[in-house]
Structure formats: structure tokens, C-alpha cells
């Protein structure tokens, strides 16, 4: 599947989000940015758990459609 759509792109760009937040709170590290503060730069507010609930209802809204 070719993802070229903005609205694609977008969904794509929320699971990885998702899927670092997942990682951080593991323990794993990467480089740049932690996906916390990238998060907070999107504007999600809270906790890690905080803004992994309020992305999980998001992705869940948009496949609804």
C-alpha cells in the first residue's frame, strides 16, 4: 500500500507516535527528540499514559470512518 494521502500520511505519522511512547516506556532510547516531547509539541497534554489513551482514541475515531 502506497501511503500518499495527507490524510494518510497523518495516520502514519500518529502510529509512529504511538509506537515510540510504547518503546520509551520500556526503556528504549533512540536519538533526537524523546517522542514525549514531540507529543507535547503536537499538543497532547499529560502523562505518557495520558497522551497514549488520548492517540489510541484518536486512531480510533479516524478508523471508524
Given at each position: 500500500?502506497?501511503?500518499?494521502?495527507?490524510?494518510?500520511i497523518?495516520?502514519?505519522?500518529?502510529?509512529?507516535?504511538r509506537?515510540?511512547?510504547?518503546?520509551?516506556?520500556?526503556?528504549?532510547k533512540g536519538?533526537?527528540?524523546?517522542a514525549?516531547?514531540?507529543?507535547r509539541?503536537?499538543?497532547?497534554?499529560?502523562?505518557?499514559a495520558?497522551?497514549?489513551?488520548?492517540?489510541?482514541?484518536e486512531?480510533g475515531?479516524?478508523?471508524?470512518?
Amino acid at each position: 500500500t502506497i501511503i500518499d494521502k495527507p490524510e494518510q500520511i497523518a495516520r502514519y505519522s500518529l502510529c509512529v507516535l504511538r509506537t515510540r511512547l510504547k518503546l520509551e516506556g520500556l526503556g528504549m532510547k533512540g536519538r533526537g527528540p524523546s517522542a514525549l516531547s514531540v507529543a507535547r509539541a503536537k499538543g497532547y497534554k499529560g502523562d505518557r499514559a495520558a497522551i497514549l489513551a488520548a492517540i489510541n482514541a484518536e486512531l480510533g475515531k479516524e478508523g471508524a470512518q
